[in-house]
């Protein structure tokens, strides 16, 4: 069925994403966004080097790290394995757009927003990791998400239901305003970390002793999730949401320990790297709530 065709392509597309995102974070705990000094190419070659000896001229080889190198090289392959889940995504939707127009203008927004995205991660090279751009880049990634899931809701065989409830949408948004905020906080208490983390000029132990005012309010508004998430699950006990909504609110419990275990075991590696899948979780959950709780599955028009 047509629908099956495009449910299955636009769930690969959203789990690709998601691993995509995954990667990403990878690169990020390992400093390695500058493993490759230049875009597309990798030290001016589409397949890097594996030690310095092999670096073309105009590349100081004292400054080639070949793990960081292929860390972020691979980063790319994953990124280039996902811009062909969504071709062949346009390219099913392309063919069934008679019956599926929502689907196809979807498919081709996701299409050139992927084409953007890539675009940005050049421009994040370029300008050497600047806070902005990785913020923007991160953020276009839950954009990607969020286009592929709805995708995959508009073309779910599961029942829909008559899930309208206006308080519940009103909670959701709300966490999704709160979510967002979280993570451009998020953002700039890592970009002022970032130096500290790097540069190890600072005893592990006392990172935490230098986090910006930001971080305070990062740790209230996790807080107000948590509340407004138990909260939910205390008011709707109805069987169409409550699965969803403990889902949500185990994500945000998780992502608050990360959080905590990020502040107080100095800046755990394996924590750092976690806490942006499982934020990532918390968009997916807060989004499925809220075309849950709206009228937003359509049919195919």
Not at 123 to 130: D, P, S, Y
Not at 275 to 301: N, Y
Request: hydrophobic fraction near 55%; include cysteine.
């Amino acid at each position: 069925m047509i629908v099956d065709a495009l449910y299955k392509s636009s769930r690969n597309v959203f789990w690709a994403a998601f691993i995509v995102i995954a990667a990403g974070a990878f690169v990020r705990v390992t400093g390695s966004g500058l493993g490759c000094p230049d875009w597309p190419k990798c030290f001016g070659a589409w397949v890097p080097p594996i030690d310095a000896t092999q670096l073309p001229e105009g590349f100081d080889r004292l400054k080639f790290n070949a793990i960081q190198t292929w860390t972020e090289y691979l980063n790319r392959l994953v990124g280039a394995a996902f811009g062909l889940f969504v071709l062949r995504l346009l390219f099913i939707s392309w063919r069934h757009r008679h019956v599926g127009v929502l689907s196809f203008g979807l498919s081709l927004t996701l299409f050139f927003v992927t084409g953007f995205q890539a675009w940005l991660g050049g421009q994040v090279v370029a300008e050497e990791l600047r806070g902005a751009l990785v913020t923007a880049h991160f953020v276009f990634a839950f954009l990607i998400l969020a286009v592929a899931r709805l995708l995959m809701w508009l073309n779910t065989n599961t029942a829909r239901g008559s899930g309208s409830n206006r308080m519940l949408l009103v909670c959701a948004v709300g966490l999704m305003i709160l979510l967002l905020m979280q993570v451009f906080l998020g953002a700039h208490v890592r970009v002022h970390m970032e130096p500290i983390l790097m540069e190890g000029l600072i005893p592990r132990q006392t990172w935490v002793n230098h986090l910006p005012e930001e971080d305070f309010w990062h740790r209230k508004i996790a807080l107000l999730m948590l509340l407004i998430s138990s909260a939910m699950l205390y008011v709707w006990r109805s069987a169409y949401f409550r699965g969803h909504i403990i889902l949500l609110l185990v994500v945000v419990m998780t992502q608050s320990l990360l959080g905590m275990a990020m502040a107080y075991l100095s800046f755990n590696v394996v924590a750092q790297f976690l806490h942006v899948p499982f934020a990532t979780g918390v968009f997916v959950a807060v989004l499925d709530l809220i075309v849950m709780s709206s009228s937003l599955r359509v049919k195919q028009l």
